[in-house]
């Protein structure tokens, strides 16, 4: 017998939707019906990133640090400008007409800057000063939050100096409250996650120059259900999860009788899926060693 010779089954949104509904002892008939499937798709996003379902959506950064500047966005913010030359990494800039202000991170290029979080809104064409170089250009374009904000969590960190990487470790809320003096200078070694809306990394000791870099492994969203052509940025062994999940999902609204069942089987496919999302290493164990000394 002959195999196809493919491995390329991808269903599409509109896909998934009709094997939800058919779990669900329905058919798909309306826009409606297809509306408000996409919306209960994107929830069950909402709750694998919850779960910490969603590895695969890994990304890693790197951010060169800047002397003296201790919260760092888990994303790059990017601010167009006409020119950016004349700017001092690490200094504050302050919209003319916004009163918008941020820190300078870095200069990627000759008409582009990262940027700290701004503290309110940068306006289109209005005209920024820096605090300590004076200079001044005019704001290209709005500032986007979207990879910023697309961030779920961090999930390990490290320093990089003079191309060896050390391992900083990540504190809590009321460690990092608890530094008695968190502009003291030195080789960053800690880092706490402060998770807004638009959530920051914090560093301490503050950096003690502007060419040490810390690389983190930040876990992002995955891409929205916006029509029911698109398809979804999952692995292929996790749609029978994502199948079980909307299926669930639906019959709360559509088939309560259905509910249990469907629950059921969402949580037996999670747990499995959830199962072989991990990282898969061999299990060292040390001996431990008691000495008795005699007296």
Sequence with gaps: MAVSG???????VAEYIEEAFERCGLELRTGYDARTARR??????ADWANR??????????????ASGITEYPVGEISLSVAASGSFTIGETITG???????????????????ITVPSGTFSVSETITGSSSSAT????????????????????????????????SRISRDDYLSIPNKTTTGRPNQYYVDRLITPVMKIWPSPENSTDQIIFDRLVRIDDADA???????????YPCLTAGLAYYIS??????RVQLLKGLYEEEFNRAAEEDRDKVN????????FISGT
């Design 228 to 238: 029911s052509v698109d398809t979804l940025e999952i692995p292929f062994r996790f």
């Design 40 to 45: 209960s798709l994107n929830l069950l996003f």
């Design 52 to 65: 910490g379902l969603n590895r695969w959506t890994i990304r890693q950064v790197t951010q060169t640090v």
């Design 283 to 290: 299990l060292s164990l040390v001996p431990s060693f008691t």
């Design 96 to 114: 003319g007409t916004s009163s918008a202000t941020a820190s300078v991170i870095t200069k990627p290029t000759a008409t582009s800057m990262t």
């Design 6 to 12: 493919t491995k390329d089954f991808e269903p599409n």
């Design 252 to 257: 709360l609204k559509r088939a309560p009788d």
């Design 137 to 168: 250009t005019t704001v290209s374009a709005a500032v986007s939050l979207t990879t910023a904000q697309s961030t779920i969590d961090i999930l390990s960190a490290v320093l990089r100096r003079s191309n060896e990487d050390i391992s900083i």
